[in-house]
């Protein structure tokens, strides 16, 4: 088993920026990535990356705003800038044992979410 815990979210204005967090315990993991959900929306791919960091994926939504990164096998970050009221959601850490997949139900475990609120 693999417990997912996500730190980092907030609320901040437009053109501000974040940092989310997601250390992983238990089993160790190959692909981690990051989805969010709005309200009333469906859950969307963010951004995912490999164990070794050699393999990274983005949505076009956030390519050139948003890095993610790994700093050893079980922790990855999300770094977001120039955040737009469109990237409120609460935001999701996912794990699989994996490559990195864009689809949410390939991943096998999963934070409880962390907030992200931007205002205009």
């Known amino acids: 088993q693999v417990q997912l815990v996500e730190s980092g979210g907030g609320s901040v204005q437009a053109g501000g920026s974040l940092r989310l967090s997601c250390a992983a315990s238990?089993?160790?993991?190959?692909?981690m990535g990051w989805f969010r959900q709005a309200p009333g929306k469906e859950r969307q791919f963010v951004a995912a990356i490999s164990r070794n960091g050699g393999s990274i994926y983005y949505a076009d939504s956030v390519k050139g705003r948003f890095t993610i990164s790994r700093d050893n096998a079980n922790t990855v970050y999300l770094q977001m800038i120039s955040l737009k009221p469109e990237d409120t959601a609460v935001y999701y850490c996912?794990?699989?044992?994996?490559?990195?997949?864009?689809?949410?139900?390939?991943?096998?475990?999963w934070g409880q979410g962390t907030q992200v609120t931007v205002s205009s």
């Open positions: 996912a794990a699989r044992y994996g490559l990195p997949t864009l689809v949410g139900r390939t991943y096998d475990y």
């Open positions: 238990g089993r160790t993991v190959n692909a």
